[in-house]
C-alpha cells in the first residue's frame, strides 16, 4: 500500500516497520514538506495517490467531510487515536497490524476514514 506520514506520524520507526511490511512510506520530509498544514499533507497525500496516516483525528474529519461535500476523492485517511491509554492506544507495531488486519478484510479505504485503533 502507498502511504503517507502526517507530520504527527512520521517517526523513522513507523516509516521503518511500514515499509519492512511491504507498504510503500514516504514522510513530510521526503517531500519537504516537514511542519506544513494538515490540507498541504493530505494535498501531498492525494497528489500521490498515497492513504494518509495522522493522529489529528479532528482536523482530518474536517478535511474528509469536505472532500466529501465537494464530490471529490481521496486515497483514505487513517487515524491513529492517542488517549494517553496504553489499553487502548497503538505503537508502531500495532499500527503496522493494524493495517495488515485491514488489508487481509478486504475494507475499501478509498474516500474513507478509517481509525485504525478499531483494527488492533
Request: with cysteine; proline share 7%.
Amino acid at each position: 500500500m502507498r502511504l503517507y506520514l502526517d507530520d504527527d506520524t512520521a517517526a523513522p520507526l513507523l516509516a521503518k516497520l511500514l515499509g519492512k511490511a511491504g507498504h510503500d512510506v514516504q514522510m513530510p520530509s521526503d517531500a519537504g514538506l516537514a511542519g506544513a498544514p494538515d490540507p498541504v499533507h493530505l494535498t501531498r497525500a492525494i497528489q500521490g495517490a498515497r492513504a494518509c496516516i495522522t493522529k489529528n483525528h479532528d482536523d482530518f474529519w474536517i478535511l474528509h467531510n469536505l472532500i466529501q461535500q465537494a464530490q471529490g476523492r481521496h486515497p483514505g485517511i487513517f487515524v491513529v487515536r492517542q488517549d494517553n491509554d496504553p489499553t487502548r492506544d497503538l505503537t508502531p507495531k500495532g499500527i503496522v497490524a493494524a493495517i495488515r488486519k485491514l488489508e487481509a478484510a478486504g475494507v475499501p479505504i478509498q474516500n474513507e476514514f478509517i481509525v485504525l485503533n478499531h483494527w488492533r
